[in-house]
């Protein structure tokens, strides 16, 4: 299992979590290390409403199985739109998706920010179909924001994370997606 230390030595993170499979290998390595993390689901981007259901559901799920607390941020598919509104023919590593990155990561950090969390991190850099370079600019950004804060940038891919993560996929029997979430990421290359 990967060795694991906050920037800051924080035992306490804010993890947003896109999902319960990717947060899933995330929370059982940070556990094993020490490090509490409280999960943080916030994820508007995700259409239709019944598909950010299922998923939170899952998230709530896994959450409750490990005794963390769990976070329910609002959903408000209306003010994603607004917020990606002109990039949504933009190809996934887009320009769209940096702009998704930055709009839930600023809700973290926001969160992190008034509830005493200084150290928070995103389950979104497990996902090999992300840019990490999007996903640590969005991180940065959103702390810079909020003082006091920090975005722990980890490549959430390595340490055997990633094959982890499938093994805890099927023990937990979990609902797994099939695309990122957004309806623009739904759409098949004509």
């Known amino acids: 299992m990967l060795s694991l230390q906050?920037?800051?030595?924080?035992?306490?993170?804010?993890?947003?979590?896109?999902?319960?499979?990717?947060?899933?290998?995330?929370v059982e390595c940070m556990l094993a290390n020490g490090?509490?993390?409280?999960?943080?689901?916030?994820n508007p981007n995700i259409y239709p409403r019944e598909e950010y259901e299922t998923r939170k559901q899952e998230a709530i799920r896994f959450a409750t199985?490990?005794?963390?607390?769990?976070?329910d941020a609002d959903y408000d598919h209306a003010r994603w739109l607004d917020g990606v509104q002109g990039l949504e023919g933009e190809p996934e590593?887009?320009?769209?998706?940096?702009?998704?990155?930055?709009?839930?990561?600023?809700?973290?950090?926001?969160?992190?920010?008034?509830?005493?969390?200084?150290?928070?991190?995103?389950?979104?850099?497990?996902?090999?179909?992300?840019s990490l370079e999007q996903i640590n600019e969005a991180g940065r950004a959103a702390a810079a924001r909020h003082p006091g804060t920090l975005f722990w940038e980890q490549n959430w891919r390595k340490g055997g994370l990633q094959e982890r993560r499938n093994q805890l996929l099927h023990e937990y029997h979990f609902y797994n997606q099939l695309y990122c979430g957004c309806e623009f990421s739904m759409r098949r290359p004509e």
């Open 93 to 130: 590593r887009g320009r769209r998706c940096l702009r998704c990155f930055t709009l839930r990561l600023e809700a973290a950090a926001a969160y992190a920010a008034e509830h005493g969390f200084r150290l928070f991190t995103t389950t979104l850099a497990s996902s090999r179909w992300k």
């Open 65 to 71: 199985a490990q005794g963390l607390d769990f976070v």
């Open 6 to 26: 906050t920037p800051n030595g924080d035992r306490h993170v804010l993890l947003h979590s896109c999902c319960a499979p990717c947060s899933s290998a995330i």
């Open 35 to 42: 490090i509490r993390p409280t999960l943080f689901y916030y």
